[in-house]
């Protein structure tokens, strides 16, 4: 059984690749998961909120509430208070740069593999 279902956020400037820390990003492509597949589900703009490490606490808030129905965010990189804020809403950010669809799938191979130790 796939244990890896949900809705999976991706910070992408193309759609392509798995290339944008989540305080840069200006879009999030959105999928959803089940079984052993994924769809492709919207685009969603973004706002830039990191400036030279720097983050305005209500910018961080608004960007991640654009994504609070996401289960999964995949980013190239976060910082620690950025994952800290994800992580308060319920959501698993992981840091796994490529192409979508190979992120997703070191994604699910990643979720199933802990879930043999819990």
């Not at 999976?8 to 305080?23: E, K, L, P, R, T």
């Not at 608004?62 to 959501?91: H, M, N, P, T």
């Amino acid at each position: 059984m796939d244990k890896v279902s949900g809705r999976i956020a991706v910070a992408s400037s193309d759609g392509i690749v798995v290339s944008s820390h989540f305080g840069r990003t200006l879009k999030f492509y959105i999928y959803d998961k089940s079984d052993e597949k994924y769809e492709f589900k919207e685009e969603r703009d973004a706002d830039l909120i990191c400036d030279k490490g720097n983050h305005d606490e209500d910018s961080l808030l608004s960007k991640v509430k654009g994504i609070a129905d996401c289960d999964f965010l995949l980013v190239s990189k976060i910082g620690d208070g950025a994952l800290r804020v994800v992580e308060e809403y319920g959501i698993e950010a992981y840091e796994i740069p490529g192409i979508i669809d190979d992120s997703i799938e070191k994604l699910t191979q990643f979720i199933k593999l802990k879930e043999l130790f819990l």
